[in-house]
């Protein structure tokens, strides 16, 4: 773990997404986190350690999903699966594949397996999944500002977590998608999926894969914009806690509504023509039953219960 010195900075972005908005000055403390999100080779350890079994490896209870079709309720995950042809991008099912059997073991269903993928990223992980991993290592999940903070790098208000400039002098510095997105991956960055999570270089603070690579759970629940700044100076929030969970359900839901929690730093899937959430300020709702092909996490320990 690297310890992030607390501080004060500028979270969110007015030059995005409207949820980045508005820009706002908060306070937070030190803390302790990850160099690099979870891998498969860390999870692993966790699941032999206690048995658990992850939410894509159980069946849904049909008491919680009324309406849903019985064939559908079965163990499974969302498997990114690029189409070949032209797509409307305003339907995320022409790439999105909900893929009985797939699991963190298996990342893209029956068939695969993560041989070869210990020092990759874990995916597949519900939130509830991550937050079981997060404790049993004694440590917790970020909040917003502080994944925020430690993604910027001592770098208040920069585009990038490594400056304003997206590739410096031609270098890749995140695993993140060249081409047009979903259909043609160019791999410029030197992966079509996900990467080794030391295989672009640190932040300022030393971390890995804070952009691209797989987007990250935090503890906070998603609200559809930030608070603006307190009218005094003094009154900078100190350690803030986003969102309320009964804010954070999908007003366009009409069957199941499920609590969200916010996902921070984009993936391997964010692209120019789409999803261009590599950014520290960059932020998404994550429904907390939901896994994917592109989610895992980090883990923190806070200044004041590490001493």
């Not at 993936?267 to 520290?280: E, M, T």
Request: charged content about 20%; hydrophobic content about 35%.
């Amino acid at each position: 773990m690297v310890f992030i010195p607390g501080g004060t900075y500028r979270m969110g972005s007015d030059r995005h997404y409207p949820e980045e908005a508005p820009a706002h000055r908060v306070t937070v403390d030190g803390f302790w986190i990850d160099a690099a999100p979870v891998t498969n080779r860390q999870f692993r350890q966790f699941v032999e350690a206690t048995g658990h079994i992850t939410v894509a490896e159980i069946a849904p209870d049909p008491k919680d999903y009324p309406g849903a079709l019985p064939g559908m309720l079965k163990p499974g995950s969302l498997v990114f699966s690029p189409p070949d042809h032209p797509v409307d991008l305003r339907n995320f099912a022409n790439w999105w594949t909900f893929m009985f059997g797939a699991t963190w073991r298996r990342p893209y269903g029956k068939g695969s397996s993560i041989r070869g993928l210990d020092d990759h990223p874990v995916v597949h992980v519900a939130y509830s999944d991550a937050l079981a991993c997060a404790t049993w290592a004694g440590k917790e999940l970020p909040t917003e500002a502080e994944w925020e903070f430690a993604a910027r790098g001592g770098l208040d208000g920069a585009e990038y977590a490594w400056g304003e400039e997206f590739t410096p002098h031609g270098r890749h510095m995140a695993n993140t998608w060249q081409g047009e997105f979903p259909r043609q991956n160019t791999k410029a960055d030197g992966f079509e999926r996900t990467s080794p999570v030391t295989a672009f270089p640190p932040n300022g603070y030393g971390l890995y894969d804070m952009i691209g690579n797989v987007w990250e759970w935090t503890a906070d629940w998603y609200s559809p914009r930030h608070q603006a700044d307190a009218p005094k100076a003094c009154c900078i929030p100190e350690n803030p806690r986003g969102g309320r969970e009964v804010d954070s359900y999908d007003p366009r839901t009409t069957n199941v509504k499920i609590p969200q929690k916010v996902i921070k730093g984009g993936s391997h899937l964010c692209a120019p023509n789409y999803c261009r959430r590599y950014r520290p300020a960059a932020r998404h709702a994550e429904p907390v039953d939901t896994s994917t092909s592109h989610l895992g996490f980090r883990c923190i320990r806070r200044a004041a219960s590490a001493s």
